[in-house]
C-alpha cells in the first residue's frame, strides 16, 4: 500500500518567514495531493491540493510543488503569520477501485512567533 | 463551515458500553469516509460508504461498524468501548478525490 513520510514534525519560525514542509510518498499510481491545517481540536481543513498533471499551484501566501518522478511534494507558506500556527498533514491518494482514500503523513506543527 | 455535521460533539462513555455517531455529508455528496484521530497521531481510516453500500475498509476494529442510510447521512456504532478507543472521530464527504471534514467527536472512555 501507499507510505507517506512527512517532515519536519515540527517546525519553528518567526513572523514574516517562510515554511515549507516536505513530504514523500511510495505509490505512483497516486494522482491526488491534499494539505490540510488542523488547529487543536478541530476539524482537518482543506487549504490546497495538486493533482499529478501539474508541478506547481499557488493560492495568495501559500504554494504546493509535485515532483512526480522523485515521488515527493511540499507545501511553502510565505510571509508567515501566528494564525497559521496549527498542524498540518500532507495525503496522497489514488483512484483504486473508484475508491480515493488518502494516506496521511504524520503532521507538522507549525508554530509561528510573533 | 465545511458543510459536513456531526453529532454530538462530546461523548464520555465508560469501558464495555456501546455508542453511535452520526455524519451527516455535504449537500450532494455520495461518500462518507469515517477516520480516527488518537491523541499525537496522524488521521486513520476506518471505512467509506457510497451512496449507502460499503465501499472501502481500512483499519477498522470488529467492534465497530458503520452503515449509510437512504438520506446519505452515516452513523459510525463502537461496541465493547476500551479505554484506547478514546479519540476524534472525524467523517468527511466527498464525490471524488477531494474530502471535506466534519468538527469530528471527541470520544473519551473511562
Known amino acids: 500500500g501507499e507510505n507517506v513520510e512527512q517532515h519536519p514534525s515540527t517546525l519553528s519560525v518567526q513572523e514574516g518567514d517562510s515554511a515549507v514542509i516536505k513530504c514523500t510518498y511510495s505509490d505512483s499510481a497516486s494522482n491526488y495531493f491534499p494539505w490540510y491545517k488542523q488547529e487543536l481540536g478541530k476539524r482537518p481543513q482543506l487549504i490546497i491540493d495538486?493533482?499529478?498533471?501539474?508541478g506547481e499551484k499557488k493560492d495568495q501566501r501559500i504554494a504546493v510543488t509535485l515532483n512526480k518522478t522523485a515521488k515527493h511534494f511540499s507545501l511553502h507558506i510565505t510571509e508567515t503569520q501566528p494564525e497559521d500556527s496549527a498542524v498540518y498533514f500532507c495525503a496522497a491518494s489514488n483512484p483504486s477501485g473508484g475508491s480515493y482514500i488518502p494516506t496521511f503523513g504524520r503532521g507538522t506543527s507549525l508554530i509561528v512567533h510573533p | 463551515d465545511s458543510g459536513v455535521t456531526q453529532t454530538p460533539k462530546h461523548l464520555i462513555t465508560a469501558t464495555g458500553q456501546r455508542v453511535t455517531l452520526r455524519c451527516s455529508p455535504r449537500s450532494g455528496d455520495l461518500s462518507v469516509y469515517w477516520y480516527q484521530q488518537s491523541l499525537d497521531q496522524g488521521l486513520q481510516f476506518l471505512i467509506q460508504?457510497?451512496?449507502?453500500?460499503?465501499?472501502a475498509k481500512g483499519n477498522i476494529l470488529e467492534r465497530f461498524s458503520a452503515q449509510q442510510f437512504p438520506d446519505l447521512h452515516s452513523e459510525l456504532n463502537l461496541s465493547s468501548l476500551e479505554l484506547g478507543d478514546s479519540a476524534l472521530y472525524f467523517c468527511a464527504s466527498g464525490n471524488t478525490d477531494t474530502q471535506y471534514f466534519g468538527p469530528g467527536t471527541r470520544l473519551t472512555v473511562l
Open positions: 495538486i493533482r499529478s498533471n501539474v
Open positions: 460508504y457510497y451512496n449507502g453500500e460499503e465501499r
